[in-house]
């Protein structure tokens, strides 16, 4: 239960880190909180020959709000800070209701919004989050940078596109404003457990109160979280009251196979009532606040 | 790969020691710094009986290693016993309450619970048993560590 050898290096700026990078090529990692890394290195799931630490990088913390109905969060924000903001709270109540739900607080306390995006767990939640609010991920590279939308940037089971080179430096999400819901419904065994199957669903009313926007994503299904889209279009145009059966929608478009936490046909069920749940209660708050 | 020396501060302390980097902090801090008052069990992050404080924040030091931690500041069990020999009140709740037994766990919950106290006013029993969840313990039920803690937080036990 120890990891196997490696070097660790721990550069002051974003842009040595990029460096390191560069030059260690893909037997290095980059090591951010360690609440998911670090487990599997002392499991020997995995290994490398050297990992770069960026955890004490302060240009690569903090949370503000951007131009264009944006609020932004470095990479190397810690969740327990990202739970506790009055900016994320106010600005995207999906990340702040799903935060907490994160592990322990404990582990929120050294895991960070960016290292749960790059490592990318089938029921993680800040990637069901960003997925949901079709957050922007900014990445870069020693020469190069991009800025990658959710879908694209997770493409698998702890994988997503950055390349070992490339480092995560923040996330970017949407401010939906007026007349908006959300919610955050997973199930799991214990408090803190990964979520066998959850849905987060995000809705927004026109004056006229019939859905103009809606996001329905289940995670722990699958490789990926997934959207919902042809539940989410199913949605659009209809009056609050006449949302109904929208569940076995949302769940049919997911794939759920079986484990060893639970068979696939218990996911999808699950899947559809979580999302009748999850539509009711955000379309509650859109209405009335 | 090769060891390294650095320099820790823990419990007011520096303290030096001779690590590779994969040397976790939880055994440095037992192997080198003879504080062992902090237990290694599961290794993984799950179970919670590393916990220490660093930088004020309940962590797992399973999941720290120790050549990261030059510039922080590392508090242990050790740390919060009063340093005459007598018991914190939340280690004298667990006393009073039978919220231990064969101890193991004891510690890590001494420093989780107390960071979980330091923060909240007047938990729900809800929100005692939502702090108690990242700690494992097999022995007690947790009965015992809910009761000692809803009394520290009403001020009951000095």
């Known amino acids: ?289 | 790969m090769d060891e390294q020396v650095v320099e820790l501060t823990v419990n007011g302390i520096t303290m030096v020691v001779r690590v590779e980097p994969r040397t976790t902090l939880v055994d440095a801090l037992r192997d080198q710094c003879g504080l062992t008052g902090t237990h290694a069990a599961c290794e993984h992050g799950v179970c919670g009986a590393c916990t220490v404080l660093f930088d004020g924040q309940a962590v797992r030091s399973c999941l720290l290693f120790a050549v990261q931690s030059p510039g922080h500041e590392v508090v242990t069990v050790e740390g919060l016993t009063p340093s005459d020999g007598g018991l914190s009140p939340l280690q004298e709740a667990l006393r009073r309450h039978h919220g231990l037994q064969c101890g193991f766990c004891t510690p890590g919950f001494v420093v989780s619970l107390t960071a979980f106290l330091a923060g909240t006013k007047s938990p729900t029993d809800e929100e005692i048993l939502d702090a108690c969840s990242g700690n494992l313990c097999r022995c007690t039920g947790y009965r015992g560590i809910v009761r000692a803690v809803r009394d520290v937080s009403r001020g009951l036990v000095e």
């Open chain 1, 1 to 289: 239960m120890k990891p196997a050898p490696f070097d660790l290096v721990r550069p002051e700026t974003a842009e040595d880190a990029l460096d390191r990078l560069h030059d260690l090529g893909d037997d290095a990692r980059v090591l951010a909180g360690g609440q998911s890394l670090v487990p599997m290195l002392a499991l020997r799931l995995v290994r490398f020959s050297t990992l770069v630490d960026i955890s004490d990088i302060a240009e690569l913390q903090g949370i503000d709000v951007r131009d264009g109905g944006w609020i932004r969060i470095g990479a190397g924000t810690r969740q327990s800070a990202v739970e506790q903001s009055p900016i994320v709270n106010s600005g995207v109540p999906l990340l702040a209701r799903a935060t907490p739900l994160i592990g322990h607080f404990q582990i929120r306390n050294r895991g960070t919004i960016g290292g749960a995006l790059a490592h990318a767990d089938p029921a993680g939640e800040s990637p069901a989050v960003a997925l949901t609010l079709d957050a922007v991920m900014e990445v870069r590279s020693k020469t190069s940078e991009w800025l990658v939308p959710a879908d694209l940037f997770l493409k698998g089971t702890w994988t997503t596109c950055l390349e070992p080179d490339q480092l995560l430096l923040g996330v970017r999400f949407p401010v939906w404003g007026q007349r908006s819901g959300f919610a955050v419904k997973e199930v799991a065994r214990r408090r803190g457990d990964f979520a066998l199957v959850g849905a987060m669903c995000a809705v927004q009313l026109n004056d006229g109160n019939k859905i103009a926007r809606s996001c329905i994503t289940l995670f722990g299904v699958g490789a990926t979280p997934i959207r919902c889209r042809a539940a989410e279009k199913e949605l659009i145009g209809l009056p609050f009251s006449q949302v109904e059966g929208l569940g076995q929608l949302a769940a049919a478009e997911a794939e759920p196979r079986d484990d060893i936490h639970a068979t696939g046909s218990y996911r999808r069920r699950v899947a559809a009532t979580l999302v009748e749940r999850g539509i009711r209660e955000a379309l509650d708050e859109a209405l009335y606040g």
